[in-house]
């Protein structure tokens, strides 16, 4: 266990590694207008003396190697455009207790709908809890996301009076619509996946000898086919808890949201280069994270996998 562990966080360590050179050699790419702040009304020798300051000017593989070297300190630059001259992890730091609330409440709503979803459309099967629960999969799946956001935005807002624009210091109310709407992919994953593990479960043979021995339906569900159907399932919390944490990019601006996700929006828009680095950073960074503990959750919730074993890697 111990070896695998080290070999899977030395190759998450290099997939960081490649993820990160590339975005950084994307981000030198982009027009030099993202790195000033009044570009327009600078001299080409002003223009010139900022850029040399800054290491732009610098052959490519100087530049990779001094961002590592920053990057190691912490250091992942100043905003030029979002807030002029203020480092990047001093904007970041802030949002991040924003996104973290907003990422927790809707995970936690997330299995409280999506784990039962999943098994009353297992033990109904072909009924009407089934066929409800296809639907509504069917809808999240198939329709872009911004159309039902925008749909609960509204009617939540004209139906019962909760206020479009989102702020945390006034009711907790305000907490429900972008919370909802962050909540309904991961809802329509948790009921589509466990019914399919929990159907896949029950044609198996240690569900037929528990009926032989006249366990009750209730008690092989639950006691049996849930626990085996979700260990799977496990993998994909720890990503889909941290890909919430650092907020939904669309949700966050949809509300005014002071988060993670709408910082991206902004940053992309008004083209601040390092900012908008550090946040797919974060990004890449979080994603990562999130399979690595993705594997080691399914090994401590069902100790019969052994990941150290061969074929066990995956």
Request: without cysteine; proline residues 4%; charged residues 15%.
């Given at each position: ?247 939904s990019i669309y949700v966050e601006s949809l509300y005014s949201i002071n988060g993670m996700g709408g910082l991206l929006v902004k940053s992309v828009q008004q083209s601040d280069n390092n900012l908008v680095q550090a946040i797919v950073l974060l990004y890449a960074t979080v994603g990562i994270i999130g399979l690595l503990l993705g594997d080691l959750l399914m090994v401590f919730i069902d100790p019969r996998i052994t ?8």
């Amino acid at each position: 266990m111990v070896k695998y562990l080290l070999k899977r966080i030395a190759r998450s360590l290099l997939t960081l590694i490649i993820i990160i050179t590339i975005v950084f050699v994307l981000v030198r790419q982009m027009p030099i207008e993202g790195y000033f702040d009044n570009f327009d009304k600078l001299t080409d020798a002003q223009i010139e003396t900022k850029l040399d300051a800054m290491g732009l000017n610098d052959p490519m593989p100087k530049q990779i190697i001094n961002f590592y070297k920053n990057l190691l300190k912490g250091d992942l630059g100043v905003s030029n455009k979002i807030q002029r001259n203020v480092p990047v992890v001093d904007i970041l730091l802030p949002k991040l207790p924003v996104s973290i609330k907003l990422g927790s409440a809707s995970l936690v709503l997330s299995l409280l709908l999506g784990i039962p979803l999943g098994i009353l459309m297992t033990k109904y099967k072909g009924k009407f809890f089934d066929k409800f629960g296809t639907v509504f999969i069917v809808f999240i799946q198939a329709a872009p996301a911004a159309v039902y956001y925008l749909f609960i935005q509204h009617y939540g807002t004209n139906l019962f009076g909760i206020p479009m624009i989102y702020s945390e210091d006034v009711s907790i109310f305000w907490w429900l619509l972008p919370v909802f709407s962050m909540s309904l992919g991961n809802i329509a994953y948790y009921g589509m996946w466990l019914r399919r593990y929990m159907v896949d479960e029950l044609n198996k043979d240690y569900v037929r000898l528990a009926r032989a021995k006249g366990l009750s339906e209730g008690k092989i569900m639950f006691k049996h086919v849930f626990k085996n159907a979700f260990v799977p399932m496990v993998q994909y919390i720890p990503t889909s808890f941290l890909n919430t944490v650092i907020g939904s990019i669309y949700v966050e601006s949809l509300y005014s949201i002071n988060g993670m996700g709408g910082l991206l929006v902004k940053s992309v828009q008004q083209s601040d280069n390092n900012l908008v680095q550090a946040i797919v950073l974060l990004y890449a960074t979080v994603g990562i994270i999130g399979l690595l503990l993705g594997d080691l959750l399914m090994v401590f919730i069902d100790p019969r996998i052994t990941l150290s074993e061969k074929g066990g890697d995956r």
